[in-house]
């Protein structure tokens, strides 16, 4: 997914009626000690589970694709077609479909992987793409995977159906390394690379962005689907929280905002009753609904001018996030009414605005309503000359920006700790995107520079030293380009010394972990 939204809001203060930058802040008290909950940790956030993003997270190879029409230029097959388990209802005669699949980490890094593909029902079930050796034998087939590592690393494979039987359809299918368990539901690696981390945001597994106009308990992901990857439903909740046991890490879950007040009390009470003791769940009311280049922004102002909030659109913006904030997290203290230390109940708001911080502290209830902040401090060039400049000008700009929204931060910082709160990162790190000519190779300099490492060992440490709370990095997998390179690392299994900014978070995260 493409980050390049992020600072889409530079100048948003302007249009709302707030201070800019360059106009006077709020005065801020000194910053107060610790609150109470507070501890310095580290968190990622997941990327996707689309095909293309780098990251192998299911051992069904089918979870990060659609099923698509082949004959009709590869078009995604309408809801209408799909069971509540990601299969095809029924085909029509001489039709075929295709699910692509999702490369096994071992390619990328120079190995052939087996793979064998297993169903249930009548049809015709085979492999296209760069495969070789294909294999069919009753109700399974297997194939070898060729390695494909990058620069490359785009062999693609696929799963074609075809003449389905409308009596006895296809079901159960999977594909998966051969030899792996039929009933292991995560890579091993996945699971590996995220137990270092304290904290997992879900952000890109739930449907907060897309945010559909109704999100129902009724239409939720169910976790024995190949669907995982939809994106009007999510990643099923169940498989959210078998990841978080799996990795011993807190989970943090992003709601979608149009979510219904049934949809938000089952998941409630499924969380309260699936998180493993000694653990804590953060749970916070969509992602960035301050953020105009997102439709949900637009909604949320409407509401909240319709609702009398506000006269001015941005503070009523903020104003019916503050209201709807303290509905969501009623029902979730509700929930966790007999152990509430284990909920964080989080209100999100904007790094380099204080001001937006301070007016959703002033909604009354809300304070009563959460327990921490969250921001997300990116740091990027303090000038656009820098985009094009030599890479060690690119390096020292960075280190000049990184200067800039921490100090914004500290002053969001004071506002937080005068209400008693914890201030803590939704997302966080680098922000170097570059659509010029060339771009895409300029992103990659400045992301692979043993620079980078420094800067993100010196960003952590500076936020450990003067807030000495939760950190949570965007994001762990992606690949880098003109639009950003957001992951840590940029595809599932790249060797640690070609990651300079995961390298940094390692140092950092949890030390009994492996890498």
């Given at each position: 997914m493409t980050k390049s939204y992020r600072y889409a809001w530079l100048g948003l203060a302007l249009f709302a009626g707030g201070p800019t930058a360059c106009q006077a802040q709020p005065q801020a008290a000194a910053t107060a000690g610790p609150v109470k909950g507070a501890r310095f940790e580290m968190g990622i956030n997941l990327s996707s589970i689309d095909y293309y993003s780098g990251e192998y997270a299911f051992m069904n190879l089918l979870t990060g694709s659609h099923w698509v029409d082949t004959k009709d230029k590869w078009q995604d097959l309408p809801d209408s077609q799909i069971d509540s388990l990601g299969m095809v209802r029924q085909m029509p005669a001489g039709a075929s479909y295709a699910r692509i699949l999702t490369p096994p980490s071992a390619v990328f890094t120079g190995r052939t992987v087996s793979i064998r593909c297993t169903w249930t029902g009548s049809g015709d079930v085979s492999i296209g793409g760069s495969r070789k050796n294909l294999f069919r034998s009753d109700h399974s087939l297997t194939f070898d995977w060729p390695a494909a590592p990058p620069p490359e690393g785009n062999s693609r494979n696929w799963l074609e159906l075809s003449n389905m039987s409308a009596a006895d359809p296809v079901r159960d299918v999977d594909c998966r390394e051969k030899g792996a368990p039929r009933d292991q539901v995560f890579a091993t690696q996945f699971v590996d690379s995220l137990k270092p981390f304290s904290v997992i945001r879900f952000l890109d597994w739930s449907s907060a962005n897309p945010n559909p106009d109704t999100f129902t308990w009724a239409n939720r992901s169910l976790p024995n689907g190949i669907n995982q990857v939809d994106r009007a439903r999510g990643v099923a909740l169940e498989q959210m929280l078998a990841l978080a046991k799996a990795a011993d890490a807190d989970p943090w879950f992003t709601i979608p905002w149009n979510a219904d007040a049934d949809y938000v009390t089952r998941m409630a009470k499924l969380?309260?009753?699936?998180?493993?003791?000694?653990?804590?769940?953060?749970?916070?009311?969509?992602?960035?609904?301050?953020?105009?280049?997102?439709?949900?922004?637009?909604?949320?102002?409407?509401?909240g001018l319709a609702a009398g909030l506000d006269t001015n659109g941005f503070q009523a913006n903020l104003k019916r996030y503050s209201q709807k904030t303290i509905a969501t997290m009623r029902i979730w203290s509700a929930a966790f009414a007999d152990r509430p230390a284990s909920l964080v109940r989080v209100a999100g708001s904007q790094a380099v605005n204080p001001w937006a911080t301070e007016q959703i502290l002033a909604y009354p209830g809300l304070p009563d309503a959460i327990d921490a902040v969250a921001i997300a401090p990116y740091f990027q060039y303090d000038a656009s000359a820098a985009l094009t400049a030599p890479l060690p000008e690119r390096l020292a700009s960075l280190r000049r920006g990184q200067a800039n929204v921490l100090a914004q931060a500290w002053k969001t910082l004071d506002l937080v700790r005068g209400k008693g709160k914890r201030l803590i990162t939704y997302e966080g790190g680098q922000h170097v995107t570059d659509f010029t000519p060339g771009g895409g190779e300029r992103v990659q300099q400045v992301n692979r520079s043993p620079e980078m490492e420094r800067l993100y060992r010196d960003y952590i440490a500076a936020w450990k030293a003067r807030v000495g709370d939760l950190m949570v990095l965007y994001n762990a997998t992606g690949p880098a380009g003109g639009g950003g390179a957001w992951?840590?690392?940029?595809?599932?299994?790249?060797?640690?010394?070609?990651?300079?900014?995961?390298?940094?978070?390692?140092?950092?995260?949890?030390?009994?972990a492996t890498p």
């Open positions: 969380v309260h009753d699936r998180l493993p003791p000694g653990h804590r769940a953060y749970v916070e009311l969509a992602n960035e609904p301050w953020n105009y280049a997102f439709p949900l922004a637009h909604q949320i102002q409407k509401e992951g840590i690392r940029e595809y599932a299994g790249q060797p640690l010394d070609q990651t300079p900014k995961r390298r940094a978070a390692l140092a950092f995260a949890r030390q009994t």
